[in-house]
Nanobody
Framework: QVELVESGGGLVQSGGSLRLSCAAS????????MGWFRQAPGKQRELVAR?????????EYADSVKDRFTISRDNTKNTVYLQMNSLTPEDTAVYYC????????????WGQGTQVTVSS
């Protein structure tokens, strides 16, 4: 089993920055993809960023955050981070950590979520 715990959310002014952390516990493989999703009020949950290590480190971003957010992973701590810069009110949402396993089976795990609120 895998457990994911997010932290770092809060209230920030437009143009500010936040750094989210997601600590994973359990059996974690370096091949596991980890990422961040978010769900804003009245909207569907969407992928924000995802990082994989198979065949080299790769990071993927939603178009809306590609030039502002940076995802990173510390395998020694089993922790993934999301550095969020130039935040806008449109970034207000609950941010969820996600882990997608490949071995031994394909499965997804979710954290409880952390609230990010960007004021104007």
């Amino acid at each position: 089993q895998v457990e994911l715990v997010e932290s770092g959310g809060g209230l920030v002014q437009s143009g500010g920055s936040l750094r989210l952390s997601c600590a994973a516990s359990g059996t974690i493989f370096s091949s596991d993809a980890m990422g961040w999703f978010r769900q804003a009020p009245g909207k569907q949950r969407e992928l924000v960023a995802r990082i994989t290590s198979i065949g080299g480190i790769r990071a993927e971003y939603a178009d809306s955050v590609k030039d502002r957010f940076t995802i990173s992973r510390d395998n020694t701590k089993n922790t993934v981070y999301l550095q969020m810069n130039s935040l806008t009110p449109e970034d207000t949402a609950v941010y969820y950590c996600n882990l997608r396993s490949v071995f031994p089976t394909r499965y997804e795990y979710w954290g409880q979520g952390t609230q990010v609120t960007v004021s104007s």
